[in-house]
C-alpha cells in the first residue's frame, strides 16, 4: 500500500469536513451582518442570532479538528528530538501520536457521556429553547471521527518507521 | 478524628455580594458549628470552573461537592424556577427570596429532587438601565432591550421594546455600541459587571428576579453525618435566605442613593399612572406564561400567597 | 505532599512531553488530566476533560478567533497587503532606509487586519521581502525588520492573543484592545527610530528609494481605497463605538471576502486555501486553550497558585522586581515557546501574582503580550524568524537572527517604558 496515497486521502477528506464546517461559519458571519444591518436599518435585530450561533459556532470549529489532525498542524517544540539520532525521533513522533489519540479517544468518549446527559435532561437553548442534544451529538461525532484519523496518522508513522523512509512533515499533502 | 474535606465550587467572582455575604459566611458558620468536623474549601472565582451551565454536571462528576448555580443557566432542568422571574411580584431580594425558598420547601419546583439546596436566594427585580431618557414606559417603545431568556423576551415585547439576546459579559460593550439601548438589571450586577458605566439612566418600573443558590448532590449530601447535615441546614435555608435579603436589599438601596446623588445619572421613579399601564403591559406576559405552562396558575398563585404571608409577618 | 511539589512534578512530566514532540496542547492536557485523576479520581478528572473543551468551542467570543483569522487569509488573497505596503511606500520610500520603514508602517496597517504575528511575517515576507533585496538593502537588516513588523501582527489589535489573555482572565476584550493602542503606536514609532538611526551608521544596509510625487501619492491613494475601507470600517468600527469586537470580526472577514471575490483574485484555490488555513489554525489555536484550561484545573486543585503567591508574597522584595523576575522568566521561555503556549502555560500562576501585587490585569495583558512577542524574535526557537526562513530559503537563520538584533533592542527598551509607566497602557480606557 502507497503511505502517501494513505496521507493524502486522509487530509483530503478532512479538509472537505473542515470547509463545510468554514463555510458554516461565514453563514454566521453573514447573520452576524445582517442582523447588525437590521438593527440599523430597521431597528428590527433577530432575537435567535445570539442563541442559534452558539450552538453553530460549536459544530463549525468542531470541524476544524479531524483537518489538523490529518495533515499534521499542531504546535510541537521540536529542535531538542531533531539532535537525535533520525530513528529516534520517528520513534518519538509515534509515541507522541499516540498521546495525540489517546487524549481525542479520551475526548470523543466523555462527549458522547456528556450527549447522553442532555439527552436526559433535556437542556435547551436561552432564548429560542430548542433542543441542545442534537448540535452536540453532531459535535461528538466529528470529534469520533478524529479517532481513525489520528490512527492514520499513527499508521503511517510506524510504517516509514519500519521501511525505512523519512518522516512525513508538517502540513504535508 | 477524620476531617471531611468538601470543595465548594463559585463561578463568580470573590468579590461579589453572594459570595461575601451569603456563602462564604454559611461556610464558615458550618466548619465552627461542626468544630472542625468538615473542612470546606472555597473555589471561588471560576477556579473550579468557570463555566456557570457546566456547575451541576460538576456536583455529578465529583469536581466539586457544594456548588454556587444559578438555575437559569440551564434551561430546561427546572421547569418552573420561571414563576420568580414573572414580572409584579416580589418587591424585594428579602420577600423574593424567603418566598422562594418556602415554594422549594414546599416541593413546589420541580427539578431539584436529586439535590439538596442548601441556600437559595432571588436577586432584588430587574428595574430597566439605559442610555436615553426614560420618563414612562412609552420611552421605551422600540427600544433594543436585552434579554436573556424566554420569558424576558416576552415580557420586553409586551412593553412595546424590541428584545435582543447576548450574555451578560457582552452588555457593556453592546451599550455604548448601541447593539442595545437598555438593560433590565438589579443594582448590584449593575456594578459588578460593568454595566454601570455604560449606562445613565434609570427607570425604576420592574421586571422579575432572578433565582441562585448553591447545593449539593443528594448523594454526596446524604453521606454526610447527621450531625454535619443538621448544621448545614440550619445555618442555610429560610435563615439564611432572610440574612442575604437583607444584606443585597442594603446595597440595592446604597447603590440607589449613590446614583442618584450622581449629578450625570437619572434615577426615574414611575408615577402611579405609569406603574398602572406597567402592569397592565406586562400582566400580558405573565398570562402568556402561565397559559403555556403545565403549572403555571398553581405556581403564581403559590407566590402570590407566600409574598402575601410574609409581607404579613 | 506540599502542593508547589506536586504542581512541579506535574510541570516536569509536561516540559518532558514537550520535548518529546508531543504537541502543547495535548501535553498540557494529558498532564492535567492525569494530575487531576491522580489527586482527586478518574471520575472528575474526565469530567474536567470534558466540560472545558465544550465550555471553550461554545464560547462565543472565542469564535472570533477564525474570522479575525478569516479577514486575515483573505485580506492576503485579495493582494490588500501589497496595497498597505504601496502605500506606505509612497509616502516614506524615498528616505534612508525607507523601505524598512515602509514594511514597518506596513505590517502595523496590515495588523490592523490580521490578529497574528507569524501570519503578518510570511505576507511582508513575500510582499516587501523580494522588493527590499531589490533595492539593495542589506539581506540581514530587510529579513530581520520584517521579522520585527510581524510582531506588530499581534501587538496592533485585532489580535488572536489579546482576545485568548482576555477570555482566560475574564476582562473586556474591547479593554485590551484599547490599551493596546499606545503601545502599538510606541512599537512602531521606536522600530521607526531603530531604522533611521541604524542605516544612519550603515547607509549601505538600507538605500533611500526614489520619491514619490504628490500627484503619484494622490494616485496610490485613490488605487488603495479597498484598504482603506477595509481598515476604516474594521478600526473605526471597533473604535468608533459602531461595532461590537464580534461584529467587527464577522463584518471585516465577509468585506474581505467580498473584496477578494469582486477583484477577481479568489479562485477556487485560493478560497479553499484561504479555508484550508483558517480552519488549521482555528484547530490549533483551540487545542491550546483546551490544554491550558485542563491543565490549569490540575494547577488550581493542588493549591499551587495559591502557595506560589504567598511564598513570593513572603520575600518581601518590590514589587517591580517580581515584576521584572517575570519578564526574565518570559525571555526564558521564549526561547523555547511560540507565544500563545507561553502565554498559557504561565497564566494560571502568573496572572493570580500578577493581581496580587497589586497590578491592574490588562497593563499586564499588554506587557505579557509584548514580552512574550519578543520570544518570536529570540533565538534559538523565534517563530517568525523561521516563518521569513520558509518564504527566503536562501538567507540562513543565523543571518536573520542578526538582522533582527537590534530590533530586539529596541524591544527591550519599549518594554522597560511600559512595565515603568502603565499610563501609557491604561489612558485610553
Ligand atoms: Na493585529
Ligand atoms: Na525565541
Known sequence: ?173 | ?313 | MDPITIALIGIGCMFLMIVAKVPIGIAMAMTGFLGYAFYDGVKPALSILVSEPVGIIQNFEFAVIPLFLLMGSFATAGGLSAEIYRLAYAFIGHRRGGLAMATMGGCALFGAVCGSSPATAATFGRVALPQMLQRGYAPSFAAGCIAAGGTLGALVPPSIIMIIYAVLARVPILDVFMAAVIPAILAVVLHGLTIALYTRYNPDAGPAGERTSWRERLIVLRDSWAVIVLLSAVIGGIYGGVFTVNEAAAVGAMFAFLLALFRRRLTWTTFLGALGETAANTAVIYLIIFGASIFSYFFTITGAPAAIVTAIGALDVPPLVIIFALLLMYLALGAVFETVSAMLITLPFVLPLVTALGYDPIWWAIVNIVVIELGMITPPIGLNVFVIKGVADNLSLGTIFRGVSVFVASDIVRLIILTLFPILSLALL
Open chain 1, 1 to 173: 500500500m502507497n503511505l502517501d496515497r494513505i496521507q493524502d486521502a486522509n487530509v483530503r477528506l478532512t479538509r472537505g469536513i473542515a470547509l463545510i464546517g468554514l463555510i458554516g461559519l461565514l453563514i454566521v458571519a453573514t447573520a452576524t451582518l445582517v442582523d447588525v444591518l437590521s438593527r440599523w436599518l430597521l431597528n428590527a435585530p433577530i432575537a435567535g442570532v445570539y442563541d442559534l450561533s452558539t450552538l453553530f459556532i460549536s459544530v463549525t470549529m468542531a470541524a476544524c479538528f479531524p483537518a489538523a489532525l490529518a495533515s499534521r498542524q499542531n504546535i510541537q517544540v521540536t529542535f531538542l528530538a531533531e539532535l537525535l539520532p533520525a530513528k529516534v525521533e520517528q520513534v518519538l513522533d509515534v509515541v507522541a501520536g499516540i498521546v495525540t489519540l489517546a487524549f481525542f479517544a479520551l475526548l470523543a468518549w466523555q462527549l458522547a457521556v456528556y450527549c447522553g446527559e442532555l439527552l436526559e435532561s433535556g437542556e435547551t437553548s436561552f432564548i429560542l429553547e430548542v433542543p441542545i442534544a442534537p448540535w452536540w451529538i453532531v459535535v461528538t461525532a466529528l470529534f469520533f471521527l478524529c479517532i481513525p484519523v489520528q490512527i492514520l496518522v499513527v499508521f503511517v508513522d510506524v510504517a516509514r518507521l519500519f521501511r525505512h523512509s523519512p518522516a512525513v512533515k508538517k502540513g504535508a499533502a
Open chain 2, 1 to 313: 478524628q477524620e476531617t471531611i474535606d468538601l470543595k465548594f465550587a463559585v463561578f463568580t467572582p470573590e468579590q461579589e455580594i453572594t459570595y461575601q455575604e451569603a456563602m462564604k459566611p454559611w461556610a464558615e458558620a458550618v466548619m465552627e458549628a461542626t468544630d472542625g468536623k468538615v473542612n470546606i474549601q472555597m473555589f471561588p472565582g471560576g477556579t473550579l470552573g468557570r463555566d456557570g451551565s457546566k456547575q451541576i454536571k460538576m456536583l455529578k462528576d465529583g469536581v466539586a461537592d457544594i456548588a454556587f448555580i444559578i438555575p437559569a443557566y440551564n434551561p430546561g432542568l427546572f421547569p418552573d424556577n420561571a414563576v420568580i422571574e414573572l414580572p409584579d411580584t416580589s418587591a424585594n431580594a428579602t420577600e423574593g427570596s424567603v418566598a422562594f425558598w418556602r415554594l422549594l420547601e414546599g416541593g413546589n419546583l420541580r427539578g431539584y429532587e436529586d439535590f439538596e439546596v442548601l441556600g437559595m436566594f432571588t436577586t432584588a427585580p430587574y428595574s430597566i438601565h439605559g442610555t436615553f431618557p426614560i420618563e414612562t414606559m412609552a420611552d421605551l417603545k422600540g427600544k433594543k432591550i436585552r434579554i436573556a431568556g424566554k420569558l424576558e423576551q416576552q415580557c420586553v415585547e409586551a412593553i412595546g421594546a424590541v428584545p435582543v439576546g447576548m450574555p451578560i459579559s457582552k452588555i457593556p460593550e453592546s451599550l455604548s455600541r448601541g447593539v442595545i439601548d437598555a438593560t433590565p438589571m438589579h443594582y448590584a450586577a449593575l456594578h459588578a459587571f460593568g454595566v454601570a458605566g455604560a449606562t445613565d439612566h434609570h427607570y425604576h418600573n420592574v421586571l422579575g428576579s432572578l433565582p441562585f443558590g448553591f447545593i449539593m448532590t443528594r448523594e454526596t449530601f446524604d453521606a454526610l453525618p447527621e450531625d454535619v447535615q443538621a448544621v448545614m441546614r440550619e445555618k442555610g435555608g429560610e435563615a439564611l435566605a432572610r440574612i442575604f435579603g437583607a444584606a443585597m436589599d442594603a446595597e440595592n438601596a446604597k447603590l440607589v442613593q449613590q446614583t442618584i446623588d450622581d449629578p450625570d445619572q437619572t434615577v426615574v421613579e414611575p408615577s402611579e399612572q405609569d406603574r398602572k399601564d406597567w402592569a397592565e403591559a406586562v400582566s400580558t406576559c405573565v398570562n402568556a406564561w402561565t397559559a403555556e405552562h403545565d403549572k403555571g396558575e398553581e405556581l403564581h398563585q403559590a407566590l402570590i400567597e407566600q409574598l402575601e404571608a410574609i409581607r404579613a409577618e
